[in-house]
């Protein structure tokens, strides 16, 4: 069984720091991806990464703060969210596809990121 499972999420201040955490069993991805949706809101891309290497991605409202990354031996890609803001107030999913050019077509269950004072 193919599974994808988020964990890591958590209330914190603003300026503050998360990593997010996603192990995968069943089977490892061309690519991983980060997004999220907050309340009332549509789910947005945040960050993607090629499971071989290279290709990273950020989406415009968390580049130079959050940083993707993989670890190979583990299975496991993750999510370092620094500098924290109430706008990055959502739950974050992990996504899997096996190219480029598929759909993110394995999700994970979601893992809650509340940022606030």
């Known amino acids: 069984q193919v599974q994808l499972v988020e964990s890591g999420g958590g209330l914190v201040q603003p300026g503050g720091s998360l990593r997010l955490s996603c192990a995968a069993s069943?089977?490892?991805?061309?690519?991983y991806g980060w997004f999220r949706q907050a309340s009332g809101k549509e789910r947005e891309f945040v960050a993607s990464i090629r499971w071989s290497g290279g290709l990273i991605s950020y989406a415009d409202s968390v580049k130079g703060r959050f940083t993707i990354s993989r670890d190979n031996a583990k299975n496991t890609v993750y999510l370092q969210m620094n500098g924290l803001k109430p706008e990055d107030t959502a739950v974050y999913y992990c996504a899997g596809k096996s190219s480029v050019a598929n759909n993110w077509d394995y999700w994970g269950q979601g893992t809650q990121v509340t940022v606030s004072s």
């Open positions: 069943g089977r490892t991805f061309g690519y």
